[in-house]
């Protein structure tokens, strides 16, 4: 690719990802004029380069709700056509698909469905499939970046099975779904497995409806699945009796997990961007220059939560805005939540201290 349209391509990246911070930051008088700035935009970006990414038509629904999606989606098939065009030669115009050269299943996930995504791993290598060779995207990090890291970008070129985790979480992270871009773009075999709250209706993106859903929970969509790995690992176990064992034991590490995220179902996760959002609702009523205020979750603490447990933001009252019980709010914490704490009036209760701190 030549220097100038790469160069061409990364300003249109550039000019939407500030699209998409004002759209994010915006108040709410403004927002649906940033919207249709938004959308103005991607239309251009379709009409310039509608010939060598035709794809970005199909990618994008300009509808209500959908405009951070739709930002994503571009920025992924912006950024995908980038990295594929890295090695190619100097004037190379349009992306070609790819071939599958590689021997790895590669799982992409949110880090928060990371439970799940073991399961399939040791149902993997319980069933036959090398360890090493399964990657699953789940770094440290992934969640807060964009740009696909370099061992991912390496593991995606080497995979001749993509397994694709889908949940509520994994759509609204801008990090999969340009990863789900690349997948979507590799011609190797794609299997999208879903999640309970997630069914034909609302996939999105680049992996829709046009994909066939599969459950851990189903055995008939487990042995499809298993179909479609022994074509490529001869070792994958051939007893159709041992097989149904292992699915069986998914299936019930996969109900156990499922309740654990039932209990965990007051988790508060952070957007691409850092932020977490919650609503307060109870003022501890400190008179000593600070605030404690209980937000409506929990931040991931790395442990088990109390069944009463509670997070408050913790912060000076004079240097962020005036908040009231049912107020919506956006924060950054500047570090883990603390220890869990009791205290006279409140048990198991943990301060979360604020670096960012605004009333939307």
């Not at 940033?34 to 994008?60: G, H, K, T, Y």
């Not at 799940?116 to 789940?138: Q, R």
């Not at 965990?264 to 000593?288: C, F, I, P, W």
């Amino acid at each position: 690719m030549k220097k100038e349209k790469r160069q061409f391509i990364e300003e249109y990246i550039a000019k939407v990802e500030q699209a998409v911070k004002a759209y994010n930051e915006a108040d709410v008088h403004i927002a649906d004029q940033l919207r249709n700035d938004l959308f103005d935009l991607l239309v251009e970006i379709r009409n310039i380069f509608e010939s060598d990414m035709p794809n970005i038509d199909s990618a994008i629904f300009l509808r209500d709700g959908t405009a951070i999606r739709d930002a994503n989606s571009v920025l992924g098939i912006l950024k995908f056509y980038l990295i594929n065009s890295e090695d190619g030669p100097a004037d190379q115009c349009s992306p070609a698909p790819q071939t599958i050269v590689g021997d790895k299943i590669f799982i992409s996930h949110r880090s928060v469905d990371k439970k799940f995504a073991e399961i399939i791993e040791i149902f993997l290598t319980s069933c036959g499939v090398p360890a090493d060779k399964i990657f699953c995207s789940s770094l440290p990090g992934n969640d807060i970046e964009e740009e696909i890291s370099r061992e991912i970008k390496t593991n995606l070129q080497q995979s001749a099975i993509n397994i694709v985790l889908l949940s509520k979480d994994y759509y609204e992270s801008a990090y999969c779904q340009n990863e789900a871009g690349v997948i979507w773009f590799l011609d190797a075999h794609k299997i999208v497995i879903a999640l309970p709250e997630i069914n034909e209706n609302c996939m999105l993106g680049f992996l829709n409806s046009e994909y066939k859903i599969r459950r851990l929970d189903n055995a008939d969509d487990m042995f499809s699945i298993t179909d479609i790995i022994k074509r490529v690992y001869p070792s994958f176990i051939t007893s159709s009796a041992k097989l149904k064992n292992k699915i069986e034991q998914l299936s019930s590490q996969y109900a156990q997990a499922l309740e654990s995220r039932v209990i965990n179902s007051k988790m508060l996760y952070s957007d691409s961007k850092g932020y977490y959002y919650a609503t307060v609702q109870e003022d501890r009523g400190l008179d000593n220059g600070y605030r404690c205020l209980k937000i409506d979750g929990l931040l991931p603490t790395g442990e088990p939560y109390k069944d009463d447990e509670t997070h408050w933001l913790f912060f000076s009252a004079d240097r962020y805005p005036d908040l009231q019980v049912n107020d919506r709010v956006k924060f950054t914490p500047t570090k883990w939540p603390q220890d869990l704490r009791d205290f006279p009036d409140l048990q198991n209760t943990r301060n979360i201290y604020i670096k960012h701190l605004e009333k939307l």
